[in-house]
């Protein structure tokens, strides 16, 4: 396994992390214990989940887990809701030791902040920030960091703020522009930096067939994505969920592999990708601005760029339900039918694309 220093937490983390979000409910609890102690023998030491997934048992699976490992050779993640007032954050964190079999959580996030009013609502008086820091303060935390979905552009008040050690986003190489300026400057900012999604929720294996990360070696697909992120220099972990031990075997051979890249080989990864994939959108963002109706084309440019990947109507909506629901659209109330099919828009498009088409078609399959 190779390492990786976390920014200013100093701490030595595996470049792969283990996500505790794809334990499936048909498994048995000790088959999942099985394959945690399995990761965290093969040298996997950063162990992320939440209070919610999978039904609520993943961090009573991986607390079962830890009994069985040294503490001293691997560090837990798992997270707070970013909408709760202080005393359900202390409640929920002291409910977590006690399902985790920790006496401290070793990386406590902020979680899910969607947009800056969710933000700004999480740092007001009494709500959940404030608690998470007094939890540290108490050491029933050791660091703090931010999970957030937005994009880079309004990240950088985050990174500004300089009130967190670490910052997790999604990242991968089907929409890496959405946040790669954030991840490199909370880099320079000596932030830790994880990145969850790097095979786009399962997406990329599960599509492999017709989805091209570099088109000249198609039969490597999934290993490309995750070099992608691990060999990305301002990535300190990427994230993977796995179920099998086929998968942690697959996934340290890839990280075995992998060589950190200096930042003119990672923009030639970049150019090579955005060249494959000229017919979708790369989220650049130089549309918004132009846009009089202030409609955010360039998440239903994402939209539509999942229905290039996977042609499916019925998995495009879910999609779109998901932006307006717990992503990048919720609270906006500007919908595609709003255009006024001006073309302010395509005139601004690197991709050259027919935007106001596909508004069009999402207005009519997505609603």
């Known amino acids: 396994m190779k390492y990786s220093t976390f920014?200013?937490?100093?701490?030595?983390?595996?470049?792969?992390?283990?996500?505790?979000?794809?334990?499936?409910?048909?498994?048995?609890?000790?088959?999942?214990?099985?394959?945690?102690?399995?990761?965290?023998?093969?040298?996997?030491?950063?162990?992320?989940?939440?209070?919610?997934?999978?039904?609520?048992r993943s961090e009573s699976i991986y607390g079962r887990a830890f009994s069985e490992m040294d503490r001293n050779t691997f560090y837990v993640a798992t997270k707070g809701?970013?909408?709760?007032?202080?005393?359900?954050?202390?409640k929920h964190i002291e409910r977590s030791l006690k399902r985790l079999n920790v006496e401290q959580i070793d990386f406590y996030f902020l979680w899910c902040v969607i947009n800056p009013s969710q933000y700004k609502k999480a740092l007001e008086p009494g709500r959940s920030l404030e608690a998470i820091l007094k939890a540290k303060e108490m050491g029933m935390v050791r660091h703090v960091g931010i999970s957030t979905h937005m994009y880079a552009d309004d990240i950088d008040e985050i990174i500004d703020s300089q009130l967190f050690e670490f910052m997790m986003v999604p990242y991968?190489?089907?929409?890496?522009?959405?946040?790669?300026?954030?991840?490199?400057?909370?880099?320079?900012?000596?932030?830790?930096?994880?990145?969850?999604?790097?095979?786009?929720?399962?997406i990329i294996p599960q599509f492999r067939e017709i989805i091209s990360i570099f088109p000249e070696r198609p039969d490597r697909v999934v290993e490309d994505a995750l070099?992608?992120?691990?060999?990305?220099?301002?990535i300190n972990i990427a994230l993977a969920g796995m179920n099998k031990k086929e998968m942690?075997?697959?996934?340290?051979?890839?990280?075995?592999?992998?060589?950190?890249?200096?930042?003119?080989?990672q923009k030639k990864k970049e150019a090579l990708i955005s060249a494959s994939k000229s017919d979708m959108c790369t989220s650049c963002g130089y549309c918004l601005?132009?846009?009089?109706?202030?409609?955010n084309i360039r998440s239903y440019m994402e939209i539509y760029n999942h229905y290039q990947l996977i042609g499916s109507v019925r998995e495009t909506r879910e999609r779109s339900d998901w932006y307006h629901q717990f992503g990048p659209l919720y609270g906006d109330d500007k919908r595609p039918s709003d255009c006024t099919?001006?073309?302010?828009?395509?005139?601004?498009?690197?991709?050259?694309?027919?935007?106001?088409?596909?508004?069009?078609?999402?207005?009519?399959?997505?609603?």
């Not at 470049?15 to 023998?41: N, T, W």
Request: hydrophobic share 35%; proline share 5%.
């Open 172 to 202: 991968n190489a089907l929409n890496f522009n959405q946040r790669k300026d954030a991840l490199m400057k909370a880099s320079k900012y000596n932030m830790g930096t994880v990145v969850m999604n790097p095979l786009y929720g399962g």
């Open 7 to 56: 920014g200013k937490t100093g701490k030595k983390v595996s470049r792969l992390g283990m996500g505790g979000m794809r334990f499936e409910r048909e498994f048995q609890e000790k088959d999942c214990v099985s394959l945690i102690r399995y990761a965290h023998d093969k040298g996997v030491n950063y162990f992320d989940t939440a209070p919610v997934y999978n039904e609520d």
């Open 341 to 367: 099919e001006c073309l302010a828009c395509e005139q601004e498009c690197t991709q050259f694309l027919n935007i106001t088409d596909r508004l069009k078609w999402i207005d009519a399959h997505c609603r």
């Open 81 to 90: 809701d970013n909408a709760l007032p202080a005393e359900e954050i202390t």
């Open 227 to 234: 070099l992608f992120c691990l060999e990305a220099p301002e």
């Open 289 to 295: 601005a132009h846009c009089p109706e202030k409609i």
């Open 248 to 265: 942690v075997d697959f996934n340290i051979a890839v990280v075995e592999k992998s060589e950190k890249i200096p930042p003119e080989a």
